[in-house]
């Protein structure tokens, strides 16, 4: 039973780890409107993939993309259950994380057995014959990988174990960290080795990660061609309704706190949680449950402003993300939209398409795309002058 704050009264007595635990409970997702519409793209596109063999799920950094791989997985994994009883071998998705290397760059040997262990749990009574040197199985069938084995006959296995499993996608978390300290001619050999494994296996590939991977494609036109983009965005302040949604995340976490006393995040704090978390949920929930940790550790009744304020990212740090966040997006919608060039090149004629300027894009594409353009003249987290004032009215407040 829980009461009117949303959550079980017995919470209050029980030990401070239990209380932190409830709160930031990960199996328990935030399903909001940004991570929603996200999930249902990249959902319908690793079902159809319509020809891309590669999907790029980029968004800033904090922005939630690990929850959104863990939704993906729990969401495929169940749908497939009767399939998979009716055949062991087969795996619907194989989910991974791409490491950053210590120094130098990349270690496709270390990634290619990532990969291979990843895909050789589930059913290991369906043995798969890798036939490769330093590769073999223990007594009990578990897949044994010595020292011995080299970065070409890990990744011979790793395309034999992935055509033998033929899953819906291959999952790769961190997908940036593939070209992390390469030079264009080296993060030009790292697409190779990606679209190759693609080609031999017929599996796609998704990729969650950062603005970083445009550098990617920008580097790589054919793998451009083949590749779908599903940009997960940040919240952000010149939406209204991306404000509204904002409000009602944070109304919801502040609700979830065991504490006698609800803080008010919504009503006075939620221009400093949008300051500190640039709009991401990530980032946000991550800083509250540091905020909420600290608040309890002091028995507090409620979480005050300087909880907030002593677990909270520097501005410094804060002025950082967002700029790396607005020149991605900025990046993105330059590459999504037709542009002059683009128009001069296919011959189109000037005075034809003037009165045409926008064509293709609908009302909300042009205020984004203005959007993207004011902002460019003001500095990060400076309000817009004209917008009235949001919050809860005196009439709504209990």
């Not at 203005?370 to 460019?376: A, E, F, H, P, V």
Request: with cysteine; glycine share 6%; aromatic share 8%.
């Amino acid at each position: 039973m829980t009461n009117e704050y949303g959550f079980p009264p017995s919470l209050l007595e029980a030990p401070l780890e239990q209380r932190l635990l409830y709160f930031k409970n990960p199996n328990v997702a935030i399903m909001h409107q940004k991570l929603k519409i996200a999930f249902n793209k990249v959902f319908r596109t690793i079902h159809e993939p319509a020809g891309a063999s590669i999907i790029l799920v980029i968004g800033p950094s904090g922005v939630g993309k690990s929850t959104l791989l863990s939704l993906l997985e729990k969401k495929i994994l169940l749908e497939s259950i009767q399939q998979m009883s009716a055949d062991p071998g087969w795996v619907p998705i194989v989910r991974v994380e791409a490491l950053a290397p210590g120094k130098g760059t990349f270690r496709w040997k270390n990634f290619y057995k990532t990969i291979l262990l990843a895909v050789d749990e589930p059913g290991i009574e369906q043995k798969i014959d890798y036939e490769s040197d330093g590769i073999s199985r223990n007594h009990q069938g578990r897949l044994m990988i010595g020292l011995k084995a080299t970065e070409d006959s890990l990744r011979f296995s790793m395309e034999k174990a992935l055509i033998h499993r033929h899953p819906y996608t291959l999952a790769v978390d961190e997908f940036q960290h593939i070209g992390k300290m390469a030079g264009a001619e080296l993060l030009q050999a790292h697409m190779d080795c990606v679209k190759s494994a693609v080609n031999l296996t017929k599996v796609p590939w998704t990729g969650f990660g950062t603005y970083q991977l445009l550098n990617f494609l920008e580097l790589s036109p054919q793998l451009s061609r083949r590749t779908k983009i599903i940009h997960f965005p940040r919240y952000s302040l010149d939406c209204d309704k991306d404000i509204n949604e904002f409000l009602r995340v944070l109304e919801h976490l502040q609700l979830k706190m065991p504490l006698v006393q609800t803080p008010p995040l919504r009503q006075k704090y939620w221009e400093f949680c949008y300051e500190r978390s640039i709009g991401n949920i990530g980032t946000l929930i991550g800083w509250l449950t540091d905020a909420y940790d600290l608040c309890i550790s002091e028995n507090a009744t409620t979480l005050t402003f300087e909880h907030l304020q002593e677990t909270a990212k520097s501005a410094r740090e804060c002025e950082q993300m967002a700029s790396e966040a607005i020149q991605g997006e900025e990046k993105l919608i330059d590459n999504k939209y037709i542009n002059k060039n683009l128009r001069a090149i296919l011959g189109f004629d000037n005075s034809q398409t003037k009165m045409h300027k926008h064509d293709g894009l609908n009302s909300d594409d042009n205020q984004q795309v203005n959007n993207y353009k004011s902002r460019q003249k003001r500095k990060p987290f400076q309000r817009n002058p004209k917008r009235d004032k949001v919050g809860i009215r005196e009439s709504e407040k209990s």
